[in-house]
């Protein structure tokens, strides 16, 4: 007698049952998180699925954290990043020294170890920026090193009527100085030794230069310091004015660059847009506002954060031991 045969049906698992998902903070919306709900969930292939799911958890809660995924590399970090936006941009305009380790993937900024980096929202001061930022985890530090996140909408609300419509008003100057050895030189700023090319990424890119003695130069860029979400349509703070301030360093090397250039030479600085100084007790409330919205988490390996550059900014806590976090940057957006 034949046995029956059986016909093994397949079995499909849904894409929301494959991960769970929370915020950060339980009491707090900004930051939502992702990690897996079963074994050998393939970030890449989810998030390739859910893009516009994940997109859609971008714009209402400013960053998204992938943790407790499979992701050991930074060919797995990159092809995540292809997975959620397209080509990732080239690091032009350079402010940080970072060491490129893949295709368009670098280094978080290479500072030491004992520097704070504040609050910002990268290439704020540039007339092309990136939308999406992404970070990679792949060497947590022994100790801090964390990427403290805050929410510009909230950042925005913190601070007076008044400092926003002067700033409103006025705009915001951010001037930097090359070549007087301290900071980056413009041939790794702009990725060439030709002034001519120079000159004419400053001309595209609504920079005024000037070329000083011994092959220095200035650049002067005025941006406007709110700009409105081109997907949400909110305003936020989006701006470098208290990060370049020659106030925000820390005390020492302040006073160095205060000893040794003048005003005009310093390698960094912000102005409001016609050129007057900006009054400490306006850089103070500021940069207040940041600190009073910073949400801080620790680094666990292999986690990625994706970031949405107009809504959340980012900072660096100092560190001890090895520490290694990747950057990436997609989505370049041009203001009008």
Request: hydrophobic share 35%.
């Amino acid at each position: 007698m034949a046995l029956p045969q059986i016909k093994r049906r397949a079995v499909t698992v849904s894409q929301e049952s494959q991960v769970r998902s929370r915020y950060l903070n339980p009491d707090d919306e900004f930051i939502y998180v992702v990690e897996p709900a079963m074994k050998d969930v393939d970030l890449t292939t989810w998030a390739s699925v859910n893009k516009r799911l994940i997109e859609t958890k971008l714009y209402r809660h400013g960053a998204v954290l992938f943790r407790g995924f499979d992701v050991n590399s930074s060919r797995q970090f990159e092809a995540v990043v292809a997975a959620l936006s397209d080509e990732p941009m080239e690091y032009r305009e350079r402010s940080s020294p970072r060491s490129q380790v893949g295709e368009k993937i670098y280094t978080s900024t290479d500072y030491p170890p004992d520097q704070k980096i504040f609050p910002h929202n990268e290439h704020s001061y540039s007339l092309t920026f990136p939308l999406k930022l992404f970070f990679y985890c792949e060497q947590p530090a022994a100790e801090g090193g964390e990427t403290p996140l805050a929410d510009t909408r909230r950042v925005l609300r913190s601070i007076s009527p008044q400092i926003r419509a002067r700033f409103a008003a006025k705009k915001w100057m951010y001037v930097r100085n090359f070549g007087d050895g301290f900071g980056l030189s413009w041939q790794t700023v702009y990725q060439t030794s030709d002034k001519s090319v120079v000159e004419g990424y400053c001309s595209k890119s609504v920079i005024e230069f000037e070329w000083k003695p011994g092959d220095r130069l200035r650049t002067r860029q005025v941006r406007e310091p709110m700009l409105r979400h081109p997907h949400t349509k909110e305003l936020t703070w989006f701006n470098h004015i208290t990060f370049f301030h020659i106030s925000t360093l820390e005390p020492n090397l302040r006073e160095a660059i205060m000893a040794d250039f003048d005003e005009a030479d310093y390698p960094n600085n912000t102005y409001y847009g016609d050129g007057s100084r900006i009054e400490p007790e306006v850089i103070e409330e500021l940069r207040e506002a940041y600190r009073r919205h910073l949400t801080t988490f620790a680094w666990q390996k292999g986690d990625i954060v994706l970031i949405d550059n107009m809504l959340t900014s980012h900072a660096r806590s100092t560190y001890s031991g090895e520490r290694r976090i990747l950057f990436a940057m997609s989505e370049p957006f041009t203001r009008s």
